[in-house]
């Protein structure tokens, strides 16, 4: 079977759990000893982690549109493997989905249809046959998301008046205005700045006629506008009615401001970018940033486009015969878990890859004072630690909580610099926490709820409030380095993650699906930071993790319960899900129970013979709802954390004790 890579993949066959399901520690040391081998086996020579991060065409089919808008020339072949690429993923029904299993997506359809008609594909194979009947049956062009139809608008297949403007004026509110850039999640603001810029000149580059697509348009789509609800006055008909205004400004040709907030966006990209050409270290900047600078009279040869090609390029992966674009990268948050999963499962601290990894690590943490974090946060000091390989602007207090427990565990030559680097991290991290008691990915009081009533904002993802899965790993993080519940700041985090649960006893998962990743990871923060695991909040969570385990021992849950609730915790089985369900379970004190022990059995019945565990679906959130991420390396390392914490009996504080100050 292949999965959405095409790579061949054998599925082992999923068992019936047996009502007994004890696994012998003979059985346990071989499938840790299989997985630790398979892990070093993927280290990279210069000691990092990091696999695939899949998921879904239109990253792929947006790279066919960029190369159009910038006028170059694609490396050889790379249009071909695209191609290769759409088509290899097209459902029966004739589109393409938001994650495997899922039905067909209008937009995602729409453009890959797009990128496929302009890549030389003929509208009259079946493939695209099948496609244009989809999409006319699903609502058509006028069904689709925001940024299809700027794309669209980009290659002149429809007019830029039926795109919800963004003015590039935005530039000009000051930092403290409620719908200022800074107000907005740190992945909009750098995709909104650069596309702002593009708006504002309403740049277009039409498309040869053989590579127009006509037919995917109905006449109803021609004159496509945002809107209102029918439903009164409410905050989304009021920001309808203001694009209108703000599109009838538009049109004036007296724009006084205009240009000095050009001059800003400009500036503001040119501080943005890295030095190795990257932009947020996320596909949607890395993709409107260079056709900003097109806009703003840059040339293909300039350094600042020629260096954000080179970036770009580095996000493609080339499987032979077909390749695709990643959303993003994940280095850091691969290594850290790989090395916690490694010292969990037994090997030494002091291995000399782990050492290795976690010098590279060092050398990653993020020293800049240019961050927009320091907006909100101006008198601390940078400390933490980011995601990608190049990302000095955007530290992310999920990746640091989880690389502050691998260092803490591993000795280094230098162990001054680790105590001093260590600390740098935690005081930037205590930093972070929001005004709630939480703590988001990037930002601190990140949640003003307006931004997603605007047109412009139709995924949801203008924001990054706190959540409990981030603020559940922080708490784990700081129970971890010596902090005590009665911390004042700890004692914050624990009231605003009490406040999150919901009625049935899990919390909502932000960054994993779902509800059992965040479950998970608030009951590790408590337990870590030494909540008292029989309180009856707590013991509510252990049943419904348990209520929730599929017959054969594991557990899964679709990425449809972000937007039906009542699908939390149902799902088919993965190893990731299973792995995490059965670490919070144990984080609340049921290690001995039936459910772990069928759950550890179904890991290590599933497992691979290379050492690694197989899925399909996938188990990470981007934007809930909309936009959801297959991590190669879930299914690798978390397995391995629960077999390990498994065998090893766990016991409230038996990790930290154990690797303390580096074992």
Known sequence: MNDSTGNNTAVTPTPACPPSA??????LNRAQERSQNHLFSMQDPEGFWVDELESNVSMTAEVVYFYHMMEIEPPEGRIEKIVNYLLRLQQEDGGWTMFPDNPSDISYTVEAYVALKMSGVSADRPEMLRA???????????????F???FLALLGEMPWESVPPMPVELMLLPNGAYFSIYEMSSWSRSTVVPLIVVYAYQMTRPLEKNQTSPEIFTEADRNIRFPYSGKGLTWGNFFVWLSRVIEWVGKCPWKPLRRHALKK??????DHQEPEGDFGGIQPPMIYSPLAYKCLGYKNDDPEI??????????????GDHCAMQACVSPLWDTALSGNALIDSGVPADHPKLVQAAEWIYKKQVTSYKGDWRVKNPHTPPGGWAFEFYNQLY???????????????????????????IQRAVTWLLSMQSSNGGWAAFDQDNDNRLFNEIPFADLGAMLDPPTVDVTGRILWGLGFLGFKEDHPRVKR????????????GCWWGRWGVNYIYGTWLVLEGLRGIGQDMEQSYI??????????????GGWGETCLSYRKPELRGQGVTTASQTAWAVMGLMAAGETDSEAVRRGVRFLVDTQNEDGSWWEKHFTGTGFPAHFFLKYHMYSRFFPLMALAQYQKGFRPGQRDAATRRGG
Request: aromatic share 8%; with cysteine; proline share 3%.
């Open 493 to 504: 985090a624990i009231d605003f993650v009490k406040s999150e649960q919901e009625a049935d």
């Open 22 to 27: 004890n696994v012998d520690d003979g059985a």
């Open 306 to 319: 020629v260096l954000s090609l080179e970036a770009l390029d580095r996000f493609i992966l080339d499987f």
């Open 148 to 150: 299809t139809w700027t």
């Open 132 to 146: 244009r009947e989809f999409i006319l049956n699903n609502g058509g062009v006028r069904s689709c998301r925001v």
């Open 265 to 270: 966006a400009k500036k503001w990209l040119l």
């Open 539 to 552: 013991r509510r969570a252990a049943k419904w993790l348990t209520d929730c385990q599929n017959p054969d």
């Open 395 to 421: 530290p992310d207090c999920d990746d640091t909580a989880e690389i502050l427990m691998f260092l803490q565990r591993v000795p280094v030559a230098d162990n001054e610099m680790k105590e001093r680097e």
